[in-house]
């Protein structure tokens, strides 16, 4: 009988222990500039339903670090998921691949392709979730702040797929995450009460508000997405009204406190969820948050095929 793969849905896949293990390989993946051959032989295969800049990239360029290779498969192809069912797609592609990084609108389908998937699959983002964006996120602000369980890291704007794993990420290490959402835009509460739960476990402290001012007080990082993903084009106009007030500019950042740093997962809508001037401020260490996904998604690439 074969072995069953390891998958990465969400970071509900992952325990502290595996998260910390990552990040020290992720730390030595970094530092160590030559190429190491250690998937020589193997090939990644990215579905994508949505487009992308960092997600394909950092992963076809960590996949030919590691001595690699990828192909990718776009929305054309897959016909957003329309041309055949998920379960087909992922048991003839078990047959050609290694292991499939997976970016779907519906996070069910994903689910689905890891269901009938000989081979490892990885979210590259779904509606629910954007575990290996999370993986990055916390290994910057480790590098950046020093340490990660007892910090307070503030989220503002959506409650959404970015947030979600956020939130996991952040009960499962013990860093303390105060979320502002306008009412109505509010996470998943399923999710919600699963961080409550892990949070628990860390001595996290997980906080729910609508006022942003009061979410950022104090913290060490601020963080914000867009207000309007892909895929919920058509809810711009209301959205951009609902989500006044959540815009981080300087005035936002000022009231957070001194030496607050400036996190997005990008791409960011500058002028919408977040001013040029924060952006490109002293604080802003989005550029380093986006080198970090090539780092991370290299040690989980190893993690998951090297078992
Ligand atoms: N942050 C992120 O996943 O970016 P892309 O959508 O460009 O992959
Ligand atoms: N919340 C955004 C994240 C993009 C990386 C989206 O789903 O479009």
Redesign the pocket.
């Known amino acids: 009988m074969t072995m069953k793969p390891k998958h990465l849905l969400t970071l509900q896949d992952l325990d502290r222990e595996e998260i910390l293990h990552l990040f020290r390989n992720a730390i030595e993946l970094k530092r160590e500039k030559k190429t190491l051959r250690l998937l020589a032989g193997k090939t990644l295969g990215l579905l994508f339903q949505k487009p992308s800049v960092r997600t394909r990239v950092s992963f076809e360029v960590g996949m030919a670090q590691l001595g690699g290779q990828s192909l990718y498969i776009g929305p054309v192809e897959l016909e957003q998921g329309k041309r055949e069912s998920p379960k087909d797609v992922a048991r003839v592609l078990s047959r050609y691949l290694d292991v499939i990084v997976a970016r779907t609108f519906r996070h069910a389908e994903v689910e689905e392709m890891a269901r009938h998937s000989e081979i490892p699959v990885i979210n590259g983002?779904s509606?629910a979730s954007?575990p290996c964006?999370a993986l990055a996120d916390l290994l910057t602000i480790q590098e950046k702040v020093g340490h990660l369980q007892g910090i307070k890291v503030a989220y503002v704007g959506?409650g959404?797929?970015?947030c979600h794993s956020l939130m996991k990420g952040c009960a499962l290490v013990g860093v303390n995450l105060s979320i502002a959402t306008p009412t109505g835009y509010e996470p998943n509460p399923t999710i919600t009460q699963w961080a409550a739960r892990e949070a628990k476990k860390t001595d996290a402290k997980i906080e729910l508000l609508n006022d942003p001012l009061k979410a950022v007080k104090g913290a060490s990082v601020l963080y914000t997405?867009?207000w309007t993903?892909?895929?919920q084009e058509q809810e711009k106009q209301r959205r951009v009204k609902a989500f006044q007030g959540f815009r981080v500019d300087g005035k936002m950042m000022k009231a957070a406190g001194h030496g607050t740093l400036f996190m997005h997962?990008?791409?960011a809508h500058r002028g919408e969820e977040v001013t040029d001037e924060v952006m490109d401020s002293r604080e802003s260490i989005v550029y380093d948050q986006a080198e970090n996904r090539l780092h991370v998604q290299k040690a989980v690439l190893l993690m998951l095929l090297k078992r």
């Open positions: 983002l509606d954007h964006q959506d959404n797929n970015v997405d867009v993903s892909m895929g997962c990008l791409p």
